[in-house]
């Protein structure tokens, strides 16, 4: 047990430093997938609920940290997404759910709430509106984070297929 | 205890939720950026919306201290409209005291009554100026509104001045309007007296008197008083003419002292020819 949560605090500081520092170049008019909450939902339909929100809640509170300049938004967001990624996860048939559409359609989910929050209260004091910051920012970054997510679903689905 | 742990147990996920949330929004609101700023300026809205729509049911008890905050806020703003008050009519006698100073030409020192002696024969006043700020006796003291007497005894930081309305008091004085000249001095009660008044002279009540510039003590043309009734004594070749003061002895708190009108030369002549003693 311990092991696995030294490989997943070892996965998390990889995901990290990809979403940091190489995710950028992949960026489409500077929306770029975000791979966290995806982590963050995967973890939440394999472990539960409460192992979703504290590990969102620990995963949100290191990027605050290393970026640094708005302590405590990813915490809350990341903590929201792991409670609602939570709702979705179901022992008997974990594999299922990871390796098909339904995979596809709790990141939809789970990532639209995250960036509703997250863009909402970001894109304030700004001049960026909140329709915009729902539309633009939020929605297409729900997009692009599901259409990465279909990498792990496509993985998961070979994987159950053996 | 054991039915708590149960309820804590089946909401586990809930009250980790709210810690977690909460845990985050205090961390959020530990920033000081644009974003929060705005956050803030919409969560105090938003409060003063539910207030103002709660604020319609009344609180008993808010209402009894309210009512404290109100009374005290009422005294407090009441000895406010007292200090304005105060400092408006001080504003008014030092405009007029600065506009005398500049009327005036003479050098003189500031000063303010720090006693007052008004009930004997000899009325005097106690000044907080002395030796050290240049003051002699035989300097006039004078005010805004005219006359007030003269330093007769000094010490190193107070002197004492001798009133108009003081036994010892005399002074050469003139008709301004007129120009008849007469000695003012006090003998009791409320008014002056102008002597030395022939019968014959124009005077009339309402006539400002002056000292006169034979006075080598006092300044020459300040105001000394109004003639307030003449008198026509049968055989007397003088007429009995009192003087009200222009200065209001009762209410004086600030005074001149003019130390540069005395001429000694003047002086040392007169006293070498006799002409005084």
């Known amino acids: 047990m311990i092991s696995r949560y030294f490989r997943y605090i070892l996965f998390t500081l990889g995901l990290v430093l990809i979403q940091e520092k190489f995710l950028r170049f992949i960026g489409l008019e500077g929306i770029t997938p975000d791979l966290l909450t995806i982590w963050i939902v995967y973890i939440a339909l394999q472990h539960g609920q409460m192992h979703g929100m504290l590990w969102g809640f620990s995963i949100g509170l290191f990027i605050d940290l290393s970026v640094g300049n708005f302590i405590g938004l990813s915490a809350l967001t990341k903590t929201i997404a792991g409670f609602t990624a939570g709702y979705f996860y179901d022992e008997q048939r974990k594999p299922v759910i990871l390796g098909s559409y339904r995979f596809l359609v709790i990141i939809l989910i789970v990532s639209f709430i995250h960036n509703i929050f997250y863009f909402v209260i970001f894109t304030r004091g700004s001049e960026i509106g909140l329709l915009r910051a729902v539309l633009e920012f939020g929605i297409a970054t729900t997009c692009y984070t599901a259409v990465i997510s279909l990498l792990p679903m496509f993985a998961f689905a070979r994987k159950l297929g053996k | ?277």
């Open chain 2, 1 to 277: 205890m054991h039915r708590l742990l149960n309820i804590i147990l089946l909401f586990k996920e809930y009250i980790v939720l709210i810690l977690l949330i909460v845990f985050s929004l205090a961390l959020l609101t530990s920033n000081d950026n644009p974003q929060i700023r705005q956050i803030r300026s919409y969560t105090v809205g938003a409060i003063g919306v539910v207030q103002e729509g709660l604020s319609i049911i009344p609180n008993v008890f808010e209402l009894k201290s309210e009512n404290q905050v109100l009374r005290r806020l009422d005294m407090d703003l009441s000895n406010e409209v007292n200090l304005l008050r105060e400092a408006r009519i001080e504003n008014a006698r030092l405009r007029e005291m600065l506009s005398l100073r500049e009327r005036l030409p003479y050098t003189m020192v500031t000063a303010d009554i720090v006693s007052k002696n008004l009930l004997l024969l000899r009325n005097t006043i106690t000044l907080n100026v002395g030796e050290s700020d240049g003051l002699k006796p035989e300097m006039p003291i004078v005010c805004e509104l005219g006359l007030v007497g003269k330093i007769i005894a000094t010490s190193a930081h107070y002197s004492v001045g001798q009133l108009v309305f003081n036994k010892d008091f005399r002074a050469s004085a003139k008709i301004e309007r007129s120009r008849v000249d007469g000695i003012i001095l006090w003998e009791g009660g409320e008014f002056l007296k102008l002597k030395n008044v022939a019968r014959t002279q124009d005077i009339r009540e309402g006539d400002v008197v002056i000292t006169s510039e034979y006075s080598n003590i006092y300044p020459r043309d300040t105001k000394i008083g109004l003639v307030a009734a003449i008198y026509q004594k049968p055989g007397s070749l003088f007429k009995d003419i009192d003087v009200k003061p222009t200065v209001d002895f009762s209410t004086l708190e600030q005074v001149f002292v003019v130390t540069g009108s005395h001429n000694p030369e003047r002086d040392a002549l007169e006293k070498k020819a006799g002409a005084k003693k």
